[in-house]
Structures are given as structure tokens and as C-alpha cells.
């Protein structure tokens, strides 16, 4: 903090186990990745290399190096497994991440179809390897899936080893745990956290008024993905009530009106 001030939420510390903040890097080159670390290393917590760009990404070991500098781990994300899978190359992915030095790594099946007791066992051998976040939803429009089947998956997902599990809705915030209107779907919501910790899921929140939606319910230290680089500082000012639409959310008093000044 460049100065202090009164009535603050408390954040959780890095390394967090709540309150990440997962930023979503979709082509970020060497010198947009230098000023975006420079700017809020200490807000983001962790970074996706998104859908399966890691694999034309220029200056790759080089971009690993600078989030590594950082302390900001990073992963592939969970499509670029799921390309890996629909051609049976499992096992080349493994050396890929070697390759790499990844410490995480993310499985998905919002392209591809698969029987949930092998994604499982997938989970079960990645965990062999890496830190292992799993999403659960479809990235398909018109894809419904009963909020009973959300929820034992992430937690079969959660039994079988994964750190965290993210609540799909896509980069356009439109599916999953979103209406087509990118409204949050609140039955679906409220049913997951009733039965799934909530310091356990990370909700895609691609979109302001969904990062307000989940400040609101959740409190600061909510876990919220699909940031946009360029949106991390104004993300962690609403966490802390410092934009107008969680202003109120952290003050002890309810008043709206300034009557006196000392």
C-alpha cells in the first residue's frame, strides 16, 4: 500500500489458498509480460497460457523465465491437453511439460467428451507429476448440465487430487455457471457452494459485473480466473471497496451521506 487508509478488507497473503487471482495470458509478448509483472506482480497469483496458444507462443522459455523471476507460476491450458488427448498423445504431453519445468498443469473437457472416471484417472496421474487444476463444464453453448452432476464432479475431481477446481464460462463469460447474457446462473452457484468448499473453486470471471457478482457473495478473498492482464489492478480495487461498486461492501457504517468532517 502507497498509503494508509481505514476499513479495508483483509487479503490473504501470497502464497494464497483464497482470494487468487488467476490471469489469463493470451499472447502477451517478453516486453507487454515485463511491464504487466512490473505493474501488480503481487495481485496475481497465478497465470494460463490460454486454450492451446502455448504452442505458437514466441519466446516461450523466455516468458516461463519471467513468471518464474516473479514467483508467478504458470500452466498451459486445459485445451492444449484436451488437443493432446483427442490424438492419443498423452504421454507426449507429459514431456512437454518436463520440457518446460511446469509445476502445474490443467485438465479440461470442455471440447472434448470423456468418461469422467478417466478424467479422473488422469487427475490421479498428473498429480504423479505436477500441481493438477481440473475445470468442470462445457465451453458449448446450450450445454446444460444439472447442477447434482456439478457438483460430484468437482468433488470426484477434488478426491482425486486436484488443487483447485474452475467453474467454466469460457472467455465470453456466456456458458457454464453463465447465462447467455453473462448473468451469473444463481441456482447453479448457490448449489456448488453448499456442497463444495468455497476456498476450493476458482470462478471464471471474465466479465466486471461477474467479478462484482462474486466479491459480493464471496467477500475479498473469493478465487476468481480469466482475468485479463490489463484488468488485474482494477480487479484487486474491487476487492478492497475501492470502485464504486463494492464502495460500501467493507465499510462499518451503511451511510451513503457525509454530514461532518473533523
Known amino acids: 500500500m502507497n498509503f494508509d487508509i481505514s476499513q479495508l478488507p483483509d487479503r490473504s497473503k501470497k502464497p494464497r489458498n483464497s482470494g487468487l487471482t488467476m490471469v489469463m495470458d493470451k499472447g502477451l509478448s517478453l516486453r507487454e509480460t515485463e511491464d504487466f509483472i512490473s505493474s501488480g506482480s503481487e495481485f496475481v497469483d497465478i497465470v494460463k497460457l490460454g486454450f492451446g496458444s502455448s504452442l505458437i507462443t514466441a519466446n516461450l522459455k523466455d516468458k516461463i523465465a519471467l513468471y518464474d523471476e516473479a514467483k508467478i507460476p504458470l500452466y498451459f491450458g486445459g485445451t492444449l491437453l484436451e488437443a493432446f488427448l483427442i490424438r492419443d498423445e498423452f504421454d507426449k504431453y507429459l514431456k512437454v511439460i518436463e520440457k518446460f519445468g511446469l509445476r502445474y498443469a490443467e485438465i479440461s473437457d470442455g471440447s472434448i467428451t470423456m468418461p469422467h472416471e478417466l478424467k479422473c484417472s488422469l487427475i490421479e496421474r498428473l498429480c504423479k507429476y505436477v500441481t493438477v487444476i481440473s475445470e468442470v463444464g462445457s465451453k458449448e453453448e446450450g450445454i446444460i448440465i444439472h447442477p447434482n452432476r456439478w457438483i460430484e464432479m468437482m468433488q470426484k475431481e477434488l478426491e482425486a487430487g486436484v488443487w483447485k477446481v474452475i467453474a467454466e464460462a469460457r472467455?465470453?463469460?456466456?456458458?457454464?455457471?453463465?447465462?447467455?447474457?453473462?448473468?451469473?446462473?444463481?441456482?447453479?452457484?448457490?448449489?456448488?457452494?453448499?456442497?463444495?468448499?468455497?476456498?476450493?473453486?476458482?470462478?471464471?470471471?471474465?466479465?466486471?459485473?461477474?467479478?462484482?457478482?462474486?466479491?459480493?457473495?464471496?467477500?475479498?478473498?473469493?478465487?476468481?480466473?480469466?482475468?485479463?492482464?490489463?484488468?488485474?489492478?482494477?480487479?484487486?480495487?474491487?476487492?478492497?471497496?475501492?470502485?464504486?461498486?463494492?464502495?460500501?461492501?467493507?465499510?462499518?457504517?451503511?451511510?451513503?451521506?457525509?454530514?461532518?468532517?473533523?
Request: hydrophobic content about 40%.
Open 171 to 262: 472467455e465470453s463469460g456466456t456458458v457454464g455457471i453463465y447465462r447467455p447474457n453473462g448473468k451469473a446462473h444463481v441456482v447453479l452457484i448457490n448449489k456448488i457452494v453448499n456442497k463444495i468448499p468455497p476456498e476450493s473453486i476458482i470462478w471464471e470471471t471474465p466479465i466486471k459485473s461477474q467479478q462484482v457478482y462474486f466479491i459480493k457473495q464471496f467477500g475479498a478473498n473469493v478465487n476468481l480466473g480469466n482475468i485479463a492482464p490489463a484488468e488485474l489492478i482494477a480487479l484487486e480495487s474491487l476487492r478492497l471497496g475501492l470502485r464504486s461498486d463494492t464502495f460500501f461492501d467493507f465499510l462499518d457504517s451503511n451511510t451513503k451521506e457525509v454530514t461532518n468532517v473533523k
